[in-house]
């Protein structure tokens, strides 16, 4: 069912191509309809096309078009829920755990997201995430759909290079950074089921075609970002131990690249928000019965608390990792209790966010494959926009697939998958995402904002060695 229109594109319509027009099928003797099944699913090489790549999707989306028609119907393109057939793996609640799936029978890529939003740690910070945010905590009000987004994304023009994977969404419902292990009894209110919620996820997956596969991309955002870290080698283990050895398994962790540091203001560990995070993964990980990779546990016998920070446990992996990271991430300025909103930051605040951006550049030294703006904000690889967002003049799709490359063949020169900026503070690269402000929900330049933080132009440009005038002229312009 190639639905080939020359011999140089292979191009697979995503759902297998059921409604190929009839044109199409009175051209094709039903011997060429056969799927090929060895080839990759969109194999094309974008370096020829990279200057022209608006054009380009143009194109592609008319010939995606032009195999099925799809302006009479919407094509079914959303994910599924199912409920974990092992019902004792469950949420917190002693709910049902489960996935949302839509599966590309053309493709031998899956992507499993683990989906984020901060954890509990003690009975309290739980019972009163379980009455403001149940459906984190819960299945019972899941919706039986969703959309893909960004790298989930089915639109080539949204998620050009992996489309048409089979993707998976695993909703976060065990309030532990993925890691628990640890069921509801009499005596606890909670299960915290975490990492067994992957691996029961995977186990139903391989009989859905996954033991086909030859790559898992195993992806995730802030404590979803986290949660791949601590489970990508027990994944590869899973399928290896199961005698799955052609599938490549490899994590993309986002906005889950957290420091250990010390917060602005010291604040006691009362709620989620201003815990200091190494006290509430101390307490958490006690709490949750949390797991950990055994290199890193091994590294940090009584300290595995130590594990759930990407710096230290990164080089005791395994398997390969891209790692995405805002320099200055939202989520890590808030439990360091830099607030913001309203009041302009004064200078010990200033000072602290860049030390942030220095200190985050410097763990991310050594890690050959990331993706690391500085940008002020919180996510990145399910947004609409993540093809937007450049380091350096390449866009994260592009940098994944450099790096999806290198783990095949030797890096392509001009196909660069180590990408950090340099500039020295929050939205100095023009790429950035919109801010707005938070009360008023207004749009802002990256003047306003720096003014809104207190930026001393003068200091800055005296910092900077250059003319006040020209670090304006270069904010104005975005540089």
């Known amino acids: 069912r190639g639905g080939e229109t020359s011999n140089k594109i292979p191009l697979r319509p995503a759902t297998g191509g059921r409604a190929h027009s009839r044109r199409m099928q ?17 194999p094309l090489d974008f370096t020829a096309v990279e200057g022209n790549m608006d054009n380009f999707m143009v194109q592609i989306k008319n010939l995606a078009q032009s195999l099925y028609p799809c302006s009479a119907q919407k094509l079914d393109q959303d994910m599924k829920l199912h409920f974990l057939k092992n019902v004792s793996v469950t949420c917190n609640d002693g709910s049902p755990a489960g996935y949302y799936i839509k599966e590309s029978k053309g493709s031998k890529r899956w992507l499993l997201f ?17 009455e403001t945010m149940r459906r984190l905590m819960s299945s019972t009000k899941w ?34 950074v993925w890691s628990g292990a640890t069921p509801k009894t009499e005596n606890s209110d909670y299960a915290f089921m975490g990492s067994l919620i992957i691996k029961e996820v995977v186990n139903e997956l391989l009989t859905k075609g996954l033991d086909n596969a ?9 404590a979803g970002g986290t949660g791949v870290l601590l489970n990508v080698d ?12 052609g599938v490549q398994v490899r994590g993309l962790a986002d906005s889950g690249w957290f420091l250990d540091n010390k917060q602005y203001k010291f604040t006691d560990c009362l709620d989620t928000i201003s815990c200091a995070p190494t006290e509430a993964i101390k307490r958490g990980i006690r709490y949750w019965g949390g797991l950990v990779p055994e290199s890193c546990r091994q590294a940090h ?22 790692v995405v990271q805002w320099l200055f991430d939202e989520a890590q300025l808030t439990v360091d209790n830099i607030h913001l909103t309203g009041q302009p930051v004064h200078e010990g605040q200033w000072t602290y966010i ?29 947004r609409t926009y993540w093809m937007d967002i450049q380091v350096k003049g390449t866009s994260l799709p592009r940098a994944i697939h450099c790096w999806d490359r290198s783990l095949q063949t030797p890096p392509a020169r001009g196909c660069p998958l180590h990408l950090i900026d340099s500039c020295p503070w929050p939205h100095c690269n023009p790429s950035c995402p919109t801010i707005r402000d ?42």
Not at 304 to 318: D, Q
Request: proline share 7%; charged share 15%; hydrophobic share 35%.
């Open 26 to 42: 009175q051209q094709q003797p039903p011997a060429n309809r056969e799927r090929v099944d060895g080839a990759e699913s969109f």
């Open 114 to 130: 683990l989906e984020g939003g901060w954890y509990c740690f003690n009975r309290q910070t739980c019972d009163s995430r379980y």
């Open 143 to 176: 919706p039986l759909t969703r959309t893909g987004t960004g790298i989930m994304s089915p639109q080539p023009e949204e998620n050009p290079h992996w489309w048409n994977a089979n993707m998976v969404f695993i909703p976060y419902c065990s309030s532990d």
């Open 214 to 222: 030859k790559v898992l991309l195993l992806a995730g955002s802030s």
């Open 234 to 245: 027990h994944v590869a283990e899973q399928l290896e131990s199961q005698g799955h050895l």
């Open 301 to 322: 016998v009584g300290e595995e608390w130590n594990c759930f920070f990407g710096y230290k446990v990164y080089p005791t992996l395994k398997s390969p990792v891209f």
């Open 354 to 382: 860049q030390n942030l951006g220095q200190e985050l550049r410097s763990t991310l030294r050594d890690v050959p494959a990331m993706f690391a703006p500085a940008c002020l904000s919180h996510e990145l690889i399910t």
């Open 438 to 479: 938070q009360l008023t929900g207004q749009e802002m330049s990256v003047i306003q904002f720096l003014k809104h933080l207190g930026f001393d132009v003068q200091k800055m440009a005296q910092q900077q060695g250059m003319d006040p005038s020209t670090l304006l002229g270069m904010l104005n312009n975005g540089n």
